[in-house]
């Protein structure tokens, strides 16, 4: 918890992998990047009221709680995903556990967050593990805070040592964001790794004039452009960190700036409305987008109903035609009963008919057999009459020669 007392604004970075922890932009996962500058690997921490040494880790880009799921990160594997939600309960709660130079953080389950690998199927995810199923090396549970804003309101003591590493990790996050004064922080550097001449009195005091001068210069730079455009281009937290140079520096010259934290609870009122305007906007364009794609398929359904009342007339003609069609497929049902039951009765006489054929045709059969007896009976019927007549013949002959 040392390393995080002093820390209002920082960065987490895996001693194994050497990358931050960052936000991803679907504000619900969280990975591991090399890139430092981006908003998303900034964090702020919170104090679980109640509990000691328990924090809450929020994301300075998204607002959304580091949280240690329930979810299997792989199925067959171990560790579980850890995700930024808005949830609430232990499950945004973390115990950060120094161990040297490094931290660890617990969860409310006793896993440890941990940064993968980035071979597959891990991909530079982070997820909370327990003790005992690391498949490599304890070290991807460590990590370095590198503080990017130092808590000036913070009341605890600290050797000046520490105080001169967090003002220059805080004027290097500043001099990352100004382009133009690298050669004053050059010369400052310079000057910072010198014989070690100066006493670190000097050092801090000449560390807090940089500060101050850049301050000034970055100032310059934001008075030039709208606060819609600050806010925008995540400018928000640089005029923020400017007006607390100011106070720290009036404060270390005996001064009470109640103009400039005023000033300070202006700028958070004003951010505030903006996010709440800008939000507003976003529900407008939101509700006239929704609201043109109703009409669009108000358009479509009035359509489709057109399309309907079309469907219901052809509908209603092939009903009836179906009804025309009905009433002939029964006249031909008629029909084929008609002449169903004509072919029974002329199958009736055909049968009959073939039958006396049949009887016919076996009767002359009968008498072709017969015909060749009577054709010589025929044949000697005649000659019997020849005979007789030959006779006849001559009886008349005999008579008259009487």
């Known amino acids: ?86 949830s609430h309960g232990p499950i945004l709660e ?21 940064a993968n690998p980035r071979m597959p199927p891990w991909r530079n995810t982070v997820t909370h593990d327990e003790p005992g199923n690391w498949a490599v090396t304890d070290n991807m549970i460590l990590w370095i805070v590198d503080i990017v804003e130092i808590d000036y309101q913070f009341s605890g003591v600290a050797d000046d040592c520490s105080i001169e590493d967090s003002r220059e990790s805080n004027v290097s996050s500043m001099s990352s964001d100004i382009g133009d004064h690298k050669s004053t922080y050059s010369a400052f550097e310079d000057e910072l790794e010198g014989t070690g001449a100066s006493p670190a009195k000097s050092n801090s005091e000449h560390i807090h004039q940089v500060e101050v001068e ?8 934001l008075k030039d452009l709208d606060f819609h455009t600050i806010l925008t281009s995540q400018r928000g937290e640089k005029l923020e960190r400017v007006v607390k140079v100011f106070i720290a520096d009036a404060k270390s010259q005996g001064r009470i700036p109640g103009d400039l934290i005023n000033l300070l609870g202006q700028l958070k009122v004003m951010q505030n409305e903006h996010i709440s305007a800008t939000q507003d906007l976003i529900k407008y364009t939101r509700f006239s987008t929704r609201k043109s ?10 359509a489709q109903a057109r399309e309907l009342e079309t469907f219901q007339d052809e509908l209603q003609t092939a009903r009836n035609a ?12 008629n029909i084929i009963m008609d002449l169903e039951k004509a072919q029974a ?29 009577w054709q010589v009976r025929r044949t000697e019927a005649s000659r019997m009459l020849e005979r007789v007549e030959e006779d006849w013949v001559k009886i008349k002959t005999m008579f008259l020669a009487d």
């Not at 921490?45 to 580091?66: A, D, H, Q, T």
């Open 322 to 333: 179906k009804d025309e069609l009905v009433k002939q497929l029964e006249e031909v049902e």
């Open 1 to 86: 918890m040392d390393l995080l007392q002093r820390a209002k604004v920082f960065r987490l970075k895996c001693s194994h992998h050497n990358k931050y922890l960052v936000a991803d932009e679907d504000e619900e996962r969280v990975r591991q990047s090399r890139d430092k500058s981006s908003s998303r690997a900034r964090w702020v921490y919170e104090l679980v009221e109640g509990k000691e040494n328990v924090i809450r880790i929020r994301s300075g880009w998204s607002y959304r709680y580091l949280t240690a799921s329930d979810d299997p990160f792989l199925l067959g594997m171990t560790g579980k995903k850890v995700l930024q939600t808005i």
């Open 214 to 221: 850049m301050a000034k210069k970055t100032l310059k730079e």
């Open 345 to 373: 009765d002329n199958s009736a006489d055909a049968e009959e008919l073939i039958s006396r054929m049949g009887q016919k045709s076996q009767k002359l059969e009968e008498m072709r057999k017969e015909e060749r007896t």
């Open 293 to 302: 794609e109703i009409m669009a398929e108000l358009k479509r359904d009035a």
């Open 94 to 114: 973390w115990e950060p556990i120094k161990e040297g130079p490094y931290i660890k953080l617990k969860s409310h389950k006793g896993s440890y967050l941990r």
